[in-house]
């Protein structure tokens, strides 16, 4: 492992990995007395996530945020489902918070569908209902654009955050088209707020696992609404996150969205976004192949690596009769993805 170029300490949690070998990955930068150990993220493991892919299961799947953080879902006694929905909700504030992680940082709501609107076929195009607060944070400040952006967000990755990245670098060039970064317009700001701030407040609607799974089939998403949701709220390009939001926004959702109708609403290509005179496209990027699909793929490609790797540590292997059942689910589901783009494009 190399630690030049001003790399002081490798810092890992406390769940060390092995080589192929059966070794500690990180032998030789604690012998030179540059390793820092921090206590492992709670909940988040890639064994687990890996195992999901080759296994194909659904377990890990959540039926209602809600019902998980209020203790009535999941496995366990009652007890043990309320003390788990606890320590998700209090993880979820964590995220929240700023930077420091002492003050408050992103609003955290959650959309609720109208009863009266649900149906037997969950496609997350429903959208009556309303939004309630679940965590406090900064609410948009004077001058700001409210920005609206959705998506799954499963393996939270580059292709993601590139794409995020895309949105805020967008605004700013709005913003310099409306003077937002002139030295009068920046002092005004810092006296008015005490300090100055971004030209865009940016809301990441999260949909539900069974609206995903709708969608993409097989066991996709690979992590559940609550990991995702995680994963945003980490992000420093966002400022809100929504959860269960339906997978097409109509002006209806979006009016009822905290802030109401969003200045812009930013996506990838897509043929589900609705024309509502405010959606814009983000073209098309250097990381833009990057998505679930794409590391699920990997995973397959370097099963005979992962294991290998697990039969060093112990670890009973997954089995070629679950690798062959995902590898005929994934052609199913693209089959059938083909036949709906097919039919879109007849009634277009």
């Not at 930068?29 to 206590?39: E, L, P, S, Y």
């Not at 320590?87 to 109208?114: C, D, F």
């Not at 709220?233 to 979006?254: D, E, G, N, R």
Request: hydrophobic residues 30%; contains cysteine.
């Amino acid at each position: 492992m190399d630690l030049h170029y001003g790399c002081k300490y490798v810092v890992h949690g406390d769940d060390i990995t092995s080589d192929a070998s059966g070794e500690d990955c990180y032998r030789f930068v604690k012998a030179a007395g540059r390793f820092k150990i921090v206590k492992r993220t709670p909940g988040i493991s890639t064994t687990d996530l890996v195992g999901r892919m080759l296994l194909c299961t659904k377990t890990h799947f959540i039926k209602s945020l809600d019902k998980a953080l209020a203790g009535e879902e999941g496995s366990g006694s009652d007890q043990e489902r309320k003390q788990a929905g606890e320590q998700m909700t209090e993880r979820i504030k964590a995220y929240a918070s700023n930077e420091t992680g002492l003050e408050p940082g992103s609003e955290v709501w959650v959309w609720h569908q109208a009863v009266e609107s649900k149906t037997a076929e969950p496609s997350g195009t429903n959208d009556d209902g309303k939004c309630s607060k679940m965590v406090d944070g900064v609410a948009p400040k004077k001058g700001q654009r409210v920005v609206y952006v959705d998506g799954g967000f499963d393996l939270f990755s580059s292709g993601h955050i590139e794409f995020l990245r895309s949105v805020v670098e967008k605004e700013e060039k709005e913003g310099r088209e409306r003077g937002w970064y002139t030295q009068e317009a920046t002092q005004q700001r810092i006296a008015e707020s005490g300090s100055d701030y971004s030209p865009a407040y940016v809301v990441a609607g999260v949909h539900d696992d069974q609206v995903i799974n709708h969608w993409k089939g097989v066991n996709y998403p690979i992590m559940n609404i609550f990991e995702r949701g995680l994963c945003v709220l980490q992000c420093k390009y966002i400022s809100a996150v929504v959860f269960s939001a339906p997978f097409t926004p109509s002006s209806s959702f979006l009016k009822s969205l905290p802030y109401g109708l969003p200045n812009v609403i930013y996506h990838g290509p897509t043929s589900f976004m609705p024309s509502l005179g405010i959606f814009q496209e983000i073209h098309s990027h250097d990381f833009a192949h990057v998505n679930a699909g794409e590391i699920v793929g990997r995973i397959m490609r370097s099963r005979a690596q992962y294991e290998e790797r697990q039969r060093v540590k112990g670890v009973k292997g997954i089995g070629e009769e679950a690798v062959r059942r995902r590898e005929e689910m994934e052609r199913e589901e693209s089959a059938k993805a083909a036949e709906r783009e097919a039919l879109r494009q007849s009634k277009a």
